[in-house]
C-alpha cells in the first residue's frame, strides 16, 4: 500500500487591528525606527486589545480556515495548538477552542516549542493522517506576546508582536505529494538565554516576582542569534541535502520571522534566490508560533502563489532551543 501523506488543504489567520510601529515604540523606549528596522527588519507589529486571551485570536484563525475548506467544524478529528502564551496555565487552549468552533467530535492539546511551536504542531498533526488514525486535524499556532513583554525594555518589546494562523491537515489524495518530511531537534542549552523566569512551578508567581519583572520575556538576543542563525540553516539544508534538492529545486522557502539577518544568512547557506524567500516580519514582528502560519496564508491565499509540484521547505527555530525544518510538495 502506498504511504498516506498530509497536505495543508486550507489555511486561515487573525491580525489584531492595533497597530503599533516603531515611531510609537521611539515615545515608549530609548529607541529610533532606524535601530529597529536594520537590526531586526521591522517597522510595526500588531498588539491584542486587553482581556482578550490567545483563544480569541485562535478561534477566528480556525474558522476561516475551515470555512475556506468548506469543512464543518464537526468534522474536525484533532486540535493542536503551537503556543507559549495560552489564554491560562489550564485548560489547553485547544479545548478552548474546540468549544469556540463548535468541534464537537475533536481532541486535542497544546504544544509548547517557543518559536518552532507551528512546525512541531504541524509535524505531529501531519502523524495522525499518515498513520490514517484521522482526516481533519487543525494546526493552529498563536501567541499573545504583548502579554509576557516588558514595554519597558528596549531589548525586547520591539521585537514581538500578537497574531494566530491555522492550517487544516487532510490526507493528500496523490502519493508523493504534501508533508514529505521533516528534521526536529532540542537542546535545553536554551534555557539560559530565552525563558521567562517565574509563573512556572520552580517558581511561582510572588508579590516579588511581579516586583522584579520575573513574568516578561528575558532573552539574550546576541547568544540566540548565534545559534538561531547556524542550526535554522542546518536543518534546513540538512534536509534539503537528504531529498537531492538545490536551491534552484525550491518554490519557496518559509522561514520563522525573528530577524531579517537571521532569515538572509539562513536563505545564502540554501543557496536561494531572494525572491524565494517570505519575509513579512516587517509588518507582524515576531509572532512566535504564528509566524509560519502567516507566511503561508500570505502564500496560499493572498498571493496564490503556490502551485501543484512545489518544493516548500519551511525553517523554525525558538525557545528551549527547539528547532526544526519539513519539507512539502505542494498539492
Ligand atoms: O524567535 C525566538 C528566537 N529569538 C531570536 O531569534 C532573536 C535573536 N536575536 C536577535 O535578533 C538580535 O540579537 C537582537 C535584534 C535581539 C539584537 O540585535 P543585536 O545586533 O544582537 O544587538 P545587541 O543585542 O548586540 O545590542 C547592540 C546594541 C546594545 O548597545 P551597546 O551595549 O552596544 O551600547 C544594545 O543595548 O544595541 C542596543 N539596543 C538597542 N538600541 C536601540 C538593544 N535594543 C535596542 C533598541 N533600540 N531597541
Redesign the pocket.
Known amino acids: 500500500m502506498e504511504k498516506r501523506y498530509a497536505k495543508i488543504s486550507s489555511a486561515g489567520r487573525f491580525l489584531p487591528e492595533r497597530r503599533l510601529t516603531n515611531f510609537d515604540?521611539e515615545k515608549m523606549?530609548?529607541?529610533?525606527n532606524q535601530?529597529?528596522l536594520e537590526?531586526?527588519g521591522i517597522r510595526e507589529r500588531r498588539i491584542l486589545d486587553k482581556g482578550l486571551g490567545n483563544s480569541y485570536m485562535a478561534i477566528r484563525a480556525a474558522r476561516e480556515a475551515l470555512e475556506r475548506a468548506n469543512v464543518d467544524a464537526s468534522e474536525v478529528d484533532a486540535i493542536i495548538v503551537g503556543t507559549v502564551t495560552p489564554d491560562m496555565f489550564f485548560p489547553a487552549t485547544a479545548c478552548l477552542v474546540q468549544k469556540g468552533i463548535g468541534a464537537s467530535r475533536a481532541w486535542g492539546f497544546d504544544l509548547s516549542a517557543?518559536?518552532a511551536g507551528f512546525v512541531f504542531s504541524l509535524t505531529t498533526g501531519a502523524q495522525f493522517i499518515e498513520s490514517g488514525r484521522y482526516d481533519r486535524v487543525l494546526v493552529i499556532g498563536s501567541d499573545v506576546m504583548s502579554s509576557i513583554i516588558d514595554y519597558e525594555d528596549?531589548?525586547?518589546?520591539?521585537?514581538f508582536g500578537d497574531a494566530a494562523g491555522a492550517v487544516l491537515l487532510e490526507p493528500c489524495e496523490e502519493p508523493g505529494y504534501g508533508i514529505i518530511d521533516y528534521i526536529q531537534r532540542i537542546d535545553g542549552v536554551g534555557e539560559d538565554y530565552?525563558h521567562m523566569k517565574a509563573g512556572g512551578s520552580r517558581k511561582p508567581a510572588s508579590v516579588e516576582t511581579v516586583k522584579n519583572k520575573e513574568h516578561y520575556v528575558y532573552?539574550?538576543?546576541?547568544?540566540?542569534?548565534k545559534y538561531?542563525v547556524s542550526e535554522m540553516a542546518d536543518v534546513a539544508v540538512e534536509i534539503m541535502k537528504k531529498h537531492n534538492l538545490t536551491g534552484d529545486d525550491l518554490a519557496l522557502f518559509i522561514p520563522?520571522q525573528?530577524?531579517i539577518?537571521?532569515i538572509e544568512a539562513c536563505a545564502r547557506r540554501m543557496k536561494l534566490d531572494p525572491s524565494k524567500v517570505i519575509i513579512n516580519i516587517d509588518k507582524y514582528a515576531?509572532t512566535?508560533a504564528a509566524?509560519i502560519p502567516l507566511c503561508i496564508y500570505e502564500a496560499m491565499v493572498e498571493k496564490n502563489q503556490l502551485k501543484k509540484g512545489d518544493n516548500v521547505v519551511i525553517s523554525a527555530?525558538?525557545?528551549g532551543f527547539c528547532w526544526g525544518s519539513v519539507l512539502i510538495k505542494w498539492i
Do not use: P, S
Not at 523606549?29 to 529610533?32: F, K, L
Not at 528596549?154 to 521585537?159: A, E, K, P, S
Not at 532573552?219 to 542569534?225: D, H
Open positions: 515604540m523606549v530609548d529607541t529610533n535601530w529597529i537590526r531586526t517557543g518559536c528596549r531589548n525586547t518589546c520591539v521585537l530565552l532573552q539574550e538576543g546576541r547568544q540566540v542569534f538561531a520563522h525573528a530577524n539577518r537571521i515576531n512566535t509566524t527555530f525558538g525557545a
